[in-house]
């Protein structure tokens, strides 16, 4: 039976999010809708999401109620690479921000008449719902992710929103166990309440077999996976490329689109490597196993994250991988154990694991094999995530009752 069709044991959990895959081929919060797909019966989900600047496919997403907040082609503030923080840069989307909440606020709200749960998804929409569920009665979690601490950092409205989610929510779960430890510190007050469930990963991955390539290092293919926004940081991916000398230089090709594709073609053309370095664009989501498993190598470049998709996808295919040393990624990867780290923005020592990898086929192997092991042990199906937030629900539901 179709998991989103109604019967008298329904139970409606209503999913708010501000970024989600609106067509087929978009990556637009692609990790929501995985999650939303994995919800077991009894649980039914509909989702609210802002309208995208231009018409989606209804078909495709049939449980979305999108809100307006502005004029259609001015509805910028969601959807595109870099969600909400990469938009606000531009000021005169400052001015979008308001009615934006409201919006979500109000449909937030109008929600409350048939949903038993709200399950929000980044400090936001937490923060809104939150809000409406103390005023409504209706209980509400959220799932943070890597984003929601590192902008908090800062200050300002993103701490605002982080302090009035978790002081509103039910429950607030984390991505990375990391992530859930610092929380719990910051605020010992909730620590009860803050857990941890990963994301999912899918099979397709796992299947990719394991590399045995002996190609020359030239030959070799590099991958890097995201939105082209500051907080990636392929500037220093290109940068460390451009370090390695030509014998050893292996093509990295960098999969995602967004607003720094104009600078780092910039960047590509002074550093003299258009040869070697390819910006794929934008990949639909099912089309992305083929670009692991054409790959040779993996690199994660971020400045910030949670718990990378990219980077558990990329292990689960048993790709060698090069990653930041970041929160969210030392839970994942131990050094020359099951992959490469190294400290953000530094091309240098970027370049020096670089070079240690592409000269050393055993070495690749052995890392690529290592991380799957790892991933295999870590992470569960999306079918699994699911179920956990189905437990979730069930709690949440027994502390309400009357």
Request: aromatic share 6%; net charge positive.
């Amino acid at each position: 039976m179709d998991k989103h069709h109604l019967t008298s044991n329904t139970i409606k959990v209503t999913f708010l999010t501000t970024s989600y895959p609106l067509s087929e081929g978009s990556t637009s919060g692609i990790f929501v809708k995985r999650l939303v797909d994995a919800i077991p019966q009894p649980y039914q989900v509909s989702v609210i999401t802002p309208a995208p600047s231009e018409t989606w496919n209804q078909a495709y997403a049939s449980e979305v109620t999108p809100f307006r907040y502005a004029p259609q082609r001015w509805q910028l503030l969601a959807h595109l690479p870099g969600g909400i923080p990469v938009a606000l840069k531009k000021k005169r989307n400052l001015l979008l921000l308001p009615p934006f909440l409201i919006a979500l606020g109000l449909a937030c709200f109008r929600a409350t008449r048939t949903t038993r749960i709200f399950h929000a998804n980044w400090s936001v929409t937490g923060a809104i719902s939150g809000i409406i569920g103390k005023l409504s009665g209706v209980p509400v979690i959220t799932t943070l992710r890597g984003e929601d601490i590192s902008r908090a950092e800062k200050g300002g409205v993103f701490l605002w929103l982080l302090k009035t989610c978790i002081r509103t929510n039910q429950q607030i779960v984390c991505v990375s166990q990391e992530m859930g430890d610092e929380l719990r510190g910051r605020f010992s007050a909730c620590a009860s309440k803050i857990s941890f469930i990963p994301n999912g990963i899918s099979d397709q991955y796992l299947e990719i077999p394991v590399r045995t390539s002996t190609a020359r290092p030239k030959d070799l293919k590099l991958l890097a996976v995201g939105s082209l926004i500051p907080r990636k940081d392929f500037v220093t991916v290109i940068r460390a490329l451009h370090l390695l000398s030509e014998e050893i230089r292996p093509h990295l090709n960098i999969v995602g689109d967004g607003p720094e594709r104009e600078n780092l073609e910039a960047l590509i053309h002074e550093l003299a490597l258009t040869k070697w370095v390819t910006l794929q664009g934008r990949v639909r989501p099912a089309d992305m196993a083929k670009y692991y498993r054409g790959a040779d190598l993996f690199i994660l470049s971020s400045l910030s994250e949670g718990r990378p998709n990219v980077l558990i996808e990329a292990m689960a295919s048993a790709l060698p991988v090069i990653a930041t040393d970041i929160s969210g990624v030392r839970e994942l990867i131990q050094m020359n154990k099951n992959g490469l780290l190294f400290l953000p923005e530094d091309a240098e020592r970027l370049a020096q694991c670089l070079e240690q990898l592409v000269t050393s086929p055993n070495l690749r192997h052995d890392l690529g094999h290592a991380a799957r092991k790892t991933i295999i042990n870590l992470a569960s199906q999306w079918s699994e995530t699911g179920k956990q937030y189905a437990k979730l629900y069930d709690s949440l539901l027994e502390e309400n009752r009357p």
